[in-house]
């Protein structure tokens, strides 16, 4: 599809564009003006942005020296500065500013007295009708939908009494004794349970007459029929629409998330014996909050020392109480007795250290099993582990 296939009306010849619209330039022009008015009006209803774009297109509000600045723009080869002055002089046919000023003011105090029932009242009205409109389709549709399963289902029940015909011998069983109309419909009922009974598509038209050449048609239609095998007769279809069942999973995707339950359960095992083993140790407290100057700790903090206690089921020993001059506080060292016992270190380094920290001495990494805390928060873990 060419450009110039839509201005010279060429489109008819191609395939796939026999319907497709025509269109021009300034239809084209037109929709870039609408384009662009939505771009720059955001929220405003479709009315507004189709009246500022017809506006744009009329060059309504375009002042004189804009419009001449446009005509200069626009002229062609061979054009001079009358043909601009023409073309001024025709936009300001639809120029705004080429009304009188009583007309002017007359059109903005209009605007304003109707604005809100033109800009806030109507276009309200509108959405609500469109809503109502919508939902009116809804139900319409559901309604429908109910209808066309409850008569799927009436013509089921009705056609399931009769019996198939599957033997060119039955066939000519059942006419025998009919003529006319009834046989006509014992003929059309064969076409009917097979339709809506077992759901089998059928090119054979029902037909409504019972003359001698419908007759011939119906004979002829009905033994290419019985020929075919009849699929296993379905269950009756459901009277009213409902969703259907999802899909069961199959074993394959059953054994595939029984396994992968296997594999995160294992890992998450893996997990909580490292953090079991201290590899993830965390400080147990934030560091207590700044402090005056230095200073002593007094007896009856001191009194903590070689204390035992347990917290979070790990058992701790107060090895040192005493000034911190990196948090500048006094705070309690202690130590995890278990993991001191396991990785080999002696109580004595560790209250080497946590005396040298009092006075900013201390050189290396802090003992695995010693952490500190405040002297406050200390005194609560004694109490909880007493049970006082």
């Known amino acids: 599809m060419t450009h110039q296939a839509w201005l010279d009306d060429d489109a008819e010849g191609v395939k796939g564009l026999e319907h497709a619209p025509k269109t021009t330039d300034k239809n084209e022009s037109m929709f870039a003006h609408f384009d662009h008015v939505l771009r720059i009006s955001q929220g405003a209803c479709v009315h507004a942005c189709l009246g500022v774009a017809h506006a744009q297109m009329m060059k309504a509000f375009e002042t004189w020296e804009g419009l001449q600045a446009r ?36 059109i903005i105090t209009a605007v304003q007295r109707q604005y809100h029932s033109l800009c806030v009242l109507q276009p309200r009205e509108e959405l609500r009708e469109m809503d109502q409109a919508s939902l009116a389709r809804k139900v319409a549709a559901r309604d429908a939908e109910i209808k066309r399963h409850q008569g799927r289902f009436d013509k089921y029940k009705k056609f399931e009494k009769i019996t198939p015909i599957t033997l060119a011998e039955e066939l000519e069983e059942q006419q025998g004794g009919l003529d006319g109309a009834a046989l006509a419909e014992m003929l059309r009922d064969q076409i009917r349970v097979r ?19 419908e007759l011939v048609r119906l004979r002829h239609e009905i033994g290419d029929l019985i ?17 259907g069942a999802h899909a069961a999973p199959t074993a394959e995707a059953m ?55 347990t ?21 309690v060292w202690y130590y995890d007795a278990a993991l001191a016992d396991q990785t080999g270190v002696p109580e004595t380094d560790m209250k080497a250290f946590a005396r040298d920290v009092a006075d900013s001495r201390a050189k290396g990494a802090c003992p695995a099993p010693l952490e500190f805390s405040a002297v406050r928060e200390v005194r609560a873990w004694i109490r909880e582990s007493r049970g006082e």
């Open 311 to 331: 917290e979070d089921k790990v058992d701790w020993k107060v090895v040192h109480v005493g000034w911190s001059g990196a948090d500048k506080a006094v705070v």
């Open 195 to 213: 339709v809506h009974v077992y759901q089998v598509k059928v090119a054979a038209r029902i037909g409504d007459k019972h003359d001698e050449e």
């Open 227 to 243: 020929v075919v095998p009849l699929p296993p007769k379905p269950g009756p279809p459901s009277p009213y629409p409902v969703r």
């Open 255 to 309: 054994e595939l998330e029984k396994k992968h339950l296997v594999d995160v359960c294992e890992a998450y095992g893996e997990v909580l014996s490292m953090c079991n083993a201290g590899v993830f140790r965390a400080p147990r407290a934030t560091r207590p909050k700044k402090a005056g100057p230095r200073q002593d700790a007094p007896e009856r903090d001191l009194a903590l020392v070689g204390t035992a206690f």
């Open 71 to 106: 005509a200069r723009a626009k002229r062609k080869k061979g054009e001079t500065a009358e043909d601009d002055a023409a073309k001024v002089e025709e936009w300001k046919a639809t120029s705004f500013f080429d009304l009188p000023p009583e007309r002017r003011w007359e």
